[in-house]
T-cell receptor, first 115, second 112 residues
Framework: GAVVSQHPSRVICKSGTSVKIECRSL??????MFWYRQFPKQSLMLMAT?????????EQGVEKDKFLINHASLTLSTLTVTSAHPEDSSFYIC???????????FGEGSWLTVV | SQQGEEDPQALSIQEGENATMNCSYK?????LQWYRQNSGRGLVHLIL?????REKHSGRLRVTLDTSKKSSSLLITASRAADTASYFC????????????FGTGTRLTVIP
């Protein structure tokens, strides 16, 4: 079946540094990828929507300069958390929409801890 | 916000019992989906029910949809310890952005 891979699954970084999370669709092309953030015991909150070859659309309250999203190809989107703060520690999940099937598939998520 | 709400927020049952989770949403929808999430893991799609359907079954799962009340329920029958997880309903963004809005989720614990 279709698989969406996120990497790294866990990352620890120091405050002030930047960290990049990759989201790859392994056996399908994804015209659209979505990035969610999830705090412990809470629901997923959409951060941004990225379309291949164009700028990402950010949800209200999400700082685009802090959470840089790049969707350079039909199989890869990246989320870069810049100048990370401990408050950015969270679980980040991506999903990808299949160009041919229209189905959305979710990655396994990435745990970010900022110390 | 288009985010739905689920109740209960947490549910603890004995193995073998049935678990029922409810989801309410705010806008008109074309479909509603249920997802499962094990602790600290990604989401697993369970079932999709379309707006013209009232009930749908998949194995031990039964989903109902009442569009007049803007609500849905997920029933897990004969629960197992392995069913312990968080369950979310999700509705599509009707503005055409193709993303999903998730409910607040129900944390289910099945006690062996």
């Amino acid at each position: 079946g279709a698989v969406v891979s996120q990497h790294p699954s866990r990352v620890i970084c120091k405050s002030g540094t930047s960290v990049k999370i990759e989201c790859r669709s392994l056996d399908f092309q994804a015209t659209t990828m979505f990035w969610y953030r999830q705090f412990p015991k809470q629901s997923l909150m959409l951060m941004a929507t990225s379309n291949e070859g164009s700028k990402a659309t950010y949800e209200q309250g999400v700082e685009k300069d802090k959470f840089l999203i790049n969707h350079a190809s039909l199989t890869l989107s990246t989320l870069t958390v810049t100048s990370a703060h401990p408050e950015d520690s969270s679980f980040y999940i991506c999903s990808a929409r299949s160009r041919t099937r229209g189905t959305i598939y979710f990655g396994e998520g990435s745990w970010l801890t900022v110390v | 916000s288009q985010q739905g709400e689920e109740d209960p927020q947490a549910l603890s049952i004995q193995e073998g019992e049935n678990a029922t989770m409810n989801c309410s949403y705010k806008t008109s929808i074309n479909n509603l989906q249920w997802y499962r999430q094990n602790s600290g893991r990604g989401l697993v799609h369970l079932i999709l029910i379309r707006s013209n359907e009232r009930e749908k079954h998949s194995g031990r799962l039964r989903v109902t949809l009442d569009t007049s009340k803007k609500s849905s329920s997920l029933l897990i029958t004969a629960s197992r310890a392995a069913d312990t997880a968080s369950y979310f309903c999700a509705t599509p963004d009707q503005t055409g952005a193709n993303n999903l809005f998730f409910g607040t989720g129900t944390r289910l614990t099945v006690i062996p």
